[in-house]
């Protein structure tokens, strides 16, 4: 990471926030509600952004050992991720060669896998291993029948891959640097707390609510947000995207305690300061830090269109820096957990589904993105840009993202 960029944007926050302002989008835009209901949009944002780009799929905690295993399904696809044997992750589509059964389902550890439906075994570097009754079965080029591999990329303690076997975009190009930055937290060493799965509304109504700090008072008021700024500075890698609040103070770490980083010189500003606020990677991933059980902890979002245009589903990580201590420390860890539970699925998915049931109407054409709301404004032209590209043209907007970050 680069300290010195963190500090510079950190300057700028304590900058604003001291001249009680905040950074503008030129205008207020005008996105059609369609975008939001139309099914045949929908059906081409799961091809042309989920499945074609890359996607966070793990943090690298929930995979620790050689020989763990994760089996998910995302837009349709079955992917299984392994940690093999020299560390390294591979990902796979987790579709059994001889006639398509997922070889594996849920979590676990094992170093081969046997497809439940006539007993084919596969490596868990996806060479086919053996065919049951191979004799009766006849001559197979094994090597040609591995399982399928999906390009796959572990930097910064998270996991990426490309749900098609094909892709010729690098998942480093994709980033351009930003994984670098998202290298500050040190996800690197943290251990897997909790996780769960909690139902949403369409991917991008659930999602423009983590690229918000504009509802925080008013939807949250009766839990966390009754006395939260509303006001967010956005910083931007390509479509990946920061947000934090113009402001001098920052929470000390554990405690409710403001410090005014004013009063400290940069030298002496916390790490934890430096990467407060939600750090976001297109498509569908928020990053929020949080304390609980003692600990510094953060809350990974990782969001997925569901079925239909009207569903989506999220999983939330809790990762710690280190497993709280004692059962006290568990209990209130659990709790804090618990707690952002509620406030994501009572308060922003529940508003989330009655929004867009209203959107569904038809009554209203555009809804609104103000000038303060400027990463929503970012998000939605991303999504409609990266949708219509061809895969020629998705190539060279990276490539020029790529050279962009290197200036
Ligand atoms: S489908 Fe896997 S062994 Fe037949
Ligand atoms: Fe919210």
């Known amino acids: 990471m680069s300290r010195e960029e963190l500090v510079s944007m950190t300057r700028s926050l304590v900058e604003h926030g001291a001249a009680d302002t905040m950074e503008y989008a030129d205008e207020i835009v005008r996105i059609p509600a369609s975008t939001y209901t139309d099914p045949e949009l929908f059906e081409l944002e799961k091809l042309n952004i989920f499945r074609r780009l890359p996607l966070m799929v793990a943090p690298s905690c929930e995979l620790p050992e050689p020989g763990d295993y994760k089996a998910m399904d995302i837009c349709g696809v079955p992917l299984l991720l392994a940690r093999q044997r020299d560390g390294t992750v591979g990902a796979f589509l987790n579709m059994c060669t001889h006639r398509g059964n997922p070889v594996v389902s849920g979590t676990g550890n094992a170093s081969r896998f046997t497809c439940g439906y006539h007993g084919w075994t596969f490596k868990n570097d996806g060479d086919l291993l053996g065919v049951a009754s191979p004799k009766d079965f006849g001559a197979v080029d094994k090597a040609a029948l591995c399982l399928k591999r999906f390009p796959v990329y572990e930097s910064a303690g998270l996991i990426w891959a490309t749900l098609d076997p094909d892709s010729e975009l690098s998942i480093a190009d994709y980033l351009g640097g930003y994984d ?7 996800f690197e060493g943290w251990t897997l707390f909790s996780q769960r799965t909690l139902a949403g509304p369409n991917w991008k109504t659930a ?4 690229l918000d700090f504009y509802h925080l008072p008013v ?10 700024f509303n006001r967010a500075n956005y910083f931007f890698w390509g479509p990946h ?9 920052v929470q000390k770490t554990g405690s409710d305690e403001q410090i005014d980083l004013t009063q400290l010189s ?9 990467t407060q606020g939600v750090w976001t990677i297109f498509p569908h991933i928020s990053i929020a830090s949080f304390y609980g059980g003692g600990q510094r902890g953060a809350m990974i979002s990782q ?11 999220t999983t939330q990580y809790y990762v710690m820096e ?9 209990k209130s860890a659990h709790e804090q957990f618990d707690f952002l539970e509620i406030v994501v699925r009572d308060e922003d998915y529940a ?12 009554m209203l054409d555009h809804v609104l993105f103000g000038k303060n709301e400027r990463g929503g404004q970012v998000f939605h032209q991303w999504v409609e840009r990266l949708t219509n590209a061809n895969d020629e043209e998705l190539l060279e907007i990276f490539a020029g993202e790529r050279r962009e970050a290197a200036e």
Not at 180 to 186: K, P, V
Not at 242 to 248: E, N
Not at 303 to 313: I, N
């Open 351 to 362: 508003t989330g589904k009655r929004q867009h049931e209203a959107l569904q109407s038809g």
């Open 266 to 274: 940069e030298d002496e500003w916390p790490d934890d300061a430096l």
């Open 241 to 249: 995207q920061r947000l934090s609040s113009p402001s001098k103070f």
């Open 303 to 313: 969001l997925f269109p569901g079925d239909t245009v009207a569903e989506s589903y």
């Open 219 to 228: 939807l949250h008021k009766d839990t966390f947000g009754a006395d939260f």
């Open 322 to 330: 280190n497993q709280p201590d004692t059962e006290e420390q568990v």
């Open 207 to 210: 999602y423009d609510g983590y």
């Open 180 to 186: 670098g930055l998202l290298s500050a937290f040190g």
